[in-house]
C-alpha cells in the first residue's frame, strides 16, 4: 500500500517514522485543489491520510485571534483535498479532533459516540467540527478523531511534554491517544478504507493526576506543580477559553476488526518507553 501524507509535522513524521518506504510525507501547502491534485498525480498513492492542520503558537488560544487562517487551515483545506481525492479516485483518511465535544454526552455513561453533534465553542474547535460535518457526507473519507495525544517520542505535540512544563495543571479526566495505537489503527483503516468517523482513543479514561504520577514515579521524581480547575485556567489568565474535556466511546473501530488497547496499560507502557528516550537524549 502506498500512502501519502499531507500534513509534514508532529504526527505525519511518526506515521512515516512506522510505515517507513509505504509512506511519503508530502512538503507541499494545499491552497486549491490543484496544489493537492499536483501532489497525488505526482507521487500516485493508493490512499491519501490528511495530517496537516493549524493549532496555532504557543498554543490553541492562537486560533481565536486569527480566525480566517485557523478555518483555511482546519475547514478550508480538508475539503479541497478530499476533491482532489474525489477528481483522483483515492481515499482520504482525515485526522479530526475529539475536541469538538464539551463535557458530558446525554448517554448514560456519558461518552460521547461518533454520530453525536458537536458543541464546539473556540474557534479551533469549531474549524475541526465543520470539516467534519463536511466529509463525512462523502463516500471515499473516513475521520479518524483523536485526543490529547501521548507518546513515547519527546516531542513538543506530546501530552507529557505539554504537562510536564506547566507549573499549574487542571485536574480534569479525559479519553487520550496513545499514539503508538492511533498509527497502528491509521494504517488498519487505511487498509481497509473505512469511511465515516472514527474515535480513536484508547478504552477507558485518564486524569492528569494519573499521569503525572507516572511521570513522577517513572521520569523525574523531583517533578511537582499546583492543581488547578478548568474554570481556573481562564480566571487565571493561563487561556482564553476553557479548554475541551470528555469521554469518547470508540464504537465503530470494533465494526471493521479494530481494537486498542486499554488505557491504563498503553499508558504505563508508553511512560516507561518515555523515561528510556528522555535518557537517550
Known sequence: MKILIFGNGYIGNRCKDVWGDEAVVSTAHVHSKHDALDEIRKHQPEVVLNAAGVKGHPNVDWCEDHQIETIAGNTMMPILLAQACADAGVYLLHMGSGCIFYGDSPHEDRAW???????????????????????????????????MPIDWKPAGGNLIDKLATYPKIIDVENSVTIIDDMISVFHQ??????????????PGTMKHRELMGLYKELVDPAHTCEWISNEELVTQGLAKKGRSNNFLANTRLAQFGITMRPVQEALRDTIQKYAEAKKAL
Open 189 to 202: 483503516l487505511l487498509e481497509k478504507k473505512a469511511t465515516g468517523i472514527f474515535h480513536v482513543t484508547n
Open 113 to 147: 459516540r461518533e454520530e453525536d453533534f458537536g458543541n464546539p465553542a473556540p474557534v479551533y474547535s469549531r474549524c475541526k467540527w465543520a470539516a467534519d460535518l463536511v466529509l463525512s457526507t462523502l463516500p471515499h473519507v473516513g475521520i479518524a478523531r483523536i485526543r
